[in-house]
């Protein structure tokens, strides 16, 4: 099976071209190579298939084999991979997501990708389509017992489902602990993706986030795009890393309360970054060197000879 590893803002997923490669189960492929000790290490996989609706089919996977609807990191990271792999030409694509069909526009230097904007639609508030359990038709600043202690949350769907909490100090946060309390409480038929915020300034957060199905991520693009659009209610620009940036686009016409703000979009805009390409025998754990590592910060020879030693062993694990 050949695969390649990207990572959009260090959420890093497999991703294999179901055009040419067949797979009979990606949940269980899923699990196995998103294993960081035994397999290929990611937060998931995602597969390339075709698509009747749209340009492209986006298949996204857990690292515990769910299938989650939608990825903002990974879907700008499909967006390189077809078109640097010359699997389009166009600029603007459309790409089918389980969360309905979202529009890309590719910004291209040199034949290579080198970021992408996505529109992410508008932010649902409804208590009933994120789904969270509440009596109230929408939940804003609620509060929540987790663990003994009281959380203030907002559940949005971003096609799939967040609750945000506001907290003092993200860094001394034990999300290992905490994180899986959220995801799996039973207000959340579905599980829910809890992003924690720190607010450094009116256009600057801090956001730590533990995702259903895959724990702590080092990013999460609708978690991001969630997140900044309970932040802000009007238009703004708010920077949450180095390398990805979220608008959110509202109509201003009340401005008091977050359920009185019509959100008309909300869009990422970031960098994408091809990690390595292998081919991998799921049978006898063995991989074969398909190309050298390129469009990377990894891209240095420190990295290199450490990545190409993990490489030795991992091809001869099987001995």
Same mark, same amino acid.
């Given at each position: 099976m050949k695969f390649t590893k990207m990572e959009g803002c260090g959420n890093d997923y497999v991703y294999v071209n179901g055009f040419d490669t067949k797979i009979e189960d990606p949940n269980k492929l899923s699990e196995i190579v998103s294993n960081r000790h035994f397999g290929? &290490?990611?937060?998931?996989?995602?597969?390339?298939?075709?698509?009747?609706?749209?340009?492209?089919?986006?298949?996204?996977?857990?690292?515990?084999?769910?299938e989650g609807k939608?990825?903002?990191?990974?879907?700008?990271?499909?967006?390189?991979?077809?078109?640097?792999?010359?699997?389009?030409?166009? =600029? =603007?694509?459309?790409?089918?997501t389980l969360s309905g069909i979202k529009t890309l526009v590719l910004n291209v230097e040199d034949d290579k990708v080198k970021t992408v904007?996505?529109?992410?639609?508008?932010?649902?508030?409804?208590s009933a389509?994120?789904?969270?359990?509440?009596?109230?038709?929408?939940?804003i600043d609620e509060p929540?017992?987790?663990?003994?202690?009281?959380?203030r949350i907002t559940c949005v769907s971003m096609g799939n489902p967040h609750a945000i909490t506001f907290v003092d100090d993200i860094d001394s946060l034990d999300i290992e602990h905490i994180g899986p309390m959220f995801e799996k409480k039973e207000i959340f038929p579905e599980q829910v993706n809890t992003e924690f915020?720190?607010?450094?300034?009116?256009?600057?957060?801090?956001?730590?986030?533990?995702?259903?199905?895959? &724990?702590?991520?080092?990013?999460? &693009?609708t978690g991001a795009c969630a997140s900044v659009a309970v932040r802000h209610k009007n238009f703004i620009c708010c920077n949450l890393t180095a390398s990805c940036c979220i608008i959110v686009l509202c109509d201003c016409l009340a401005q008091k309360f977050i359920s009185q703000i019509r959100c008309i979009a909300v869009e990422c805009l970031g960098m994408s970054h091809l990690i390595y390409r292998f081919m991998h025998s799921l049978n006898d754990c063995r991989s074969q060197w398909l190309c050298n590592i390129t469009d990377s910060q990894t891209d240095n020879v420190l990295v290199r000879i450490c990545l190409l030693i993990c490489i030795y062993f991992f091809c001869n694990c099987a001995e």
């Amino acid at each position: 099976m050949k695969f390649t590893k990207m990572e959009g803002c260090g959420n890093d997923y497999v991703y294999v071209n179901g055009f040419d490669t067949k797979i009979e189960d990606p949940n269980k492929l899923s699990e196995i190579v998103s294993n960081r000790h035994f397999g290929i &290490g990611s937060d998931g996989l995602i597969v390339i298939n075709p698509s009747d609706v749209a340009d492209f089919k986006m298949s996204m996977y857990n690292a515990d084999g769910s299938e989650g609807k939608m990825c903002g990191n990974g879907i700008r990271c499909v967006a390189k991979y077809v078109y640097d792999n010359k699997m389009t030409d166009k =600029t =603007t694509i459309t790409v089918e997501t389980l969360s309905g069909i979202k529009t890309l526009v590719l910004n291209v230097e040199d034949d290579k990708v080198k970021t992408v904007r996505v529109n992410m639609g508008s932010p649902i508030l409804e208590s009933a389509k994120v789904p969270v359990v509440s009596e109230k038709d929408k939940v804003i600043d609620e509060p929540v017992m987790v663990n003994n202690k009281e959380y203030r949350i907002t559940c949005v769907s971003m096609g799939n489902p967040h609750a945000i909490t506001f907290v003092d100090d993200i860094d001394s946060l034990d999300i290992e602990h905490i994180g899986p309390m959220f995801e799996k409480k039973e207000i959340f038929p579905e599980q829910v993706n809890t992003e924690f915020i720190q607010v450094v300034s009116r256009d600057v957060i801090k956001m730590r986030v533990w995702e259903r199905g895959s &724990g702590e991520t080092l990013a999460c &693009g609708t978690g991001a795009c969630a997140s900044v659009a309970v932040r802000h209610k009007n238009f703004i620009c708010c920077n949450l890393t180095a390398s990805c940036c979220i608008i959110v686009l509202c109509d201003c016409l009340a401005q008091k309360f977050i359920s009185q703000i019509r959100c008309i979009a909300v869009e990422c805009l970031g960098m994408s970054h091809l990690i390595y390409r292998f081919m991998h025998s799921l049978n006898d754990c063995r991989s074969q060197w398909l190309c050298n590592i390129t469009d990377s910060q990894t891209d240095n020879v420190l990295v290199r000879i450490c990545l190409l030693i993990c490489i030795y062993f991992f091809c001869n694990c099987a001995e």
